[in-house]
Every structure is written in structure tokens, then in C-alpha cells.
Nanobody
Framework: QVQLVESGGGLVQPGGSLRLSCAAS????????MGWHRQAPGKERESIAI???????KYGDSVKGRFTIARDNAKNTWSLQMNSLKPEDTGVYYC?????????????WGQGTQVTVSS
């Protein structure tokens, strides 16, 4: 079991920045893939950024060049730095952790944090 707690959401003006953080209850070296998903109003949840145990990253097309995912091994956290925010970035952001164990996939989610981009 892995418990995840997000922090850092809020209201920001277009063009502004926010940093989200996800704290894991276990050593993040035990987690194979860490990521962030977003659910905009009326839309399905989408993956926007992932980082693996070896530090490989992948971003959704809508956030490439603006968002950066990073991990802090000492604190067992990973973060999402969001720059040049747009109104369409508004939504609930969830952190996600995936473990692959014995042929099974274990998927864990945080409770979500609201990000609103509006003037």
C-alpha cells in the first residue's frame, strides 16, 4: 500500500506559476512510475506527466515546455512545476504511483488538489 498526499493547488492568474507536490508514505524507490494526472471540468482524467525510477520523464502534448516533473528521493516526494499557466489548465490534479509486482499492477492515487487559472 502507498498513501499519497498532494499539496500546492490554488488560484492563479493566466501566465502565472504553481508548484504541486506529492508525498508518498513509502520510499519512492519502491515505486516504479510516479506521475500527475488532470481532470478538467466535464472531461476525462488525463495523464500529463510521469517520471520513472531511473528518472525518465514523459509529458502530455498540452503541457510540454511549460510543466516539469521532478522527484526528491530524500523526501519521498515528487513535484510538478507549472509555468505559463492557461485557463485550460484548470482542473483537479491527482498524483499517481504505480508498482509492478509479481505480474500485477498496483495503482495508487492521491485525493486531488484543485488548480484554477483565471483572471
Amino acid at each position: 500500500q502507498v498513501q499519497l498526499v498532494e499539496s500546492g493547488g490554488g488560484l492563479v492568474q493566466p501566465g502565472g506559476s504553481l508548484r504541486l507536490s506529492c508525498a508518498a508514505s513509502r520510499n519512492i524507490f519502491e515505486i516504479d512510475t510516479m506521475g500527475w494526472h488532470r481532470q478538467a471540468p466535464g472531461k476525462e482524467r488525463e495523464s500529463i506527466a510521469i517520471i520513472t525510477t531511473i528518472g525518465s520523464t514523459k509529458y502530455g502534448d498540452s503541457v510540454k515546455g511549460r510543466f516539469t516533473i521532478a522527484r526528491d528521493n530524500a523526501k519521498n516526494t515528487w513535484s510538478l512545476q507549472m509555468n505559463s499557466l492557461k485557463p485550460e489548465d484548470t482542473g483537479v490534479y491527482y498524483c499517481n504511483a504505480i508498482q509492478y509486482r509479481g505480474g500485477r499492477i498496483y495503482n495508487y492515487w492521491g485525493q486531488g488538489t484543485q488548480v484554477t487559472v483565471s483572471s
